[in-house]
């Protein structure tokens, strides 16, 4: 017997995207949900500014990281890799990796395969709001990553001055 197909269609446009501050810095445009692909992935767009960095850190499931726009230096296992618009980077389940924005502004297009992280994303976000302040709060990410899970912070940003 086949198991019931749960998934169905989306289309969403660009208008409809769910915006979220994410409290590491950068605004997040939420394309799909994990509970809108019966958990086969998580797909947000992130917009940050020159400076953004991230803890080195790990995760349960892939993290594709795919370059709309904008330069980052991306560190994955050990060795800093600068990517453009184009580039692209995974880091498989477990891989230590971290990411800078070098250029003014970068939009960034991120895939969680298979879906895992999303509690993590919702506990260190808001929803966007013409009042929604952009304050970094790393103590806010720490506190979503020990009570939700989907990712494990190893250790501080790996990048130098």
């Known amino acids: 017997m086949t198991a019931a197909r ?14 979220r501050w994410f409290y590491g810095g950068g605004v997040h445009d939420w394309k799909l949900r994990e509970e809108e692909t019966d958990g086969a ?13 991230t803890p080195l850190h790990t995760h349960p499931a892939a993290e594709t990281v795919y370059v709309l726009a904008g330069e980052i230096v991306m560190h ?4 800093d890799h600068p ?11 477990g891989v230590p990796h971290a990411f800078k924005v070098v250029s003014p502004t970068a939009r960034l297009l991120f895939l ?3 879906g895992g992280c999303q509690a993590f994303y ?3 976000s808001e929803p966007m709001t013409e009042q929604t302040e952009r304050l970094v709060d790393f103590d806010r990410i720490v506190g979503a990553a020990e009570s939700e899970g989907g990712i494990d912070i190893v250790g501080p940003p790996p990048f130098g001055p």
């Not at 797909?43 to 940050?48: G, K, Q, S, W």
């Not at 994955?76 to 060795?79: P, R, Y």
């Not at 618009?85 to 498989?92: I, T």
């Open 76 to 79: 994955l296992d050990g060795t």
């Open 83 to 93: 990517l453009g618009e184009g580039g692209v980077a995974m880091a498989p389940p």
């Open 6 to 19: 749960t998934r169905t269609a989306v289309v969403r446009t660009v208008d409809e995207s769910e915006r």
């Open 122 to 124: 919702l506990a260190a």
């Open 41 to 53: 992935f998580l797909l947000f767009e992130d917009t940050a500014e020159q400076g953004k960095v």
């Open 112 to 114: 969680h395969t298979p």
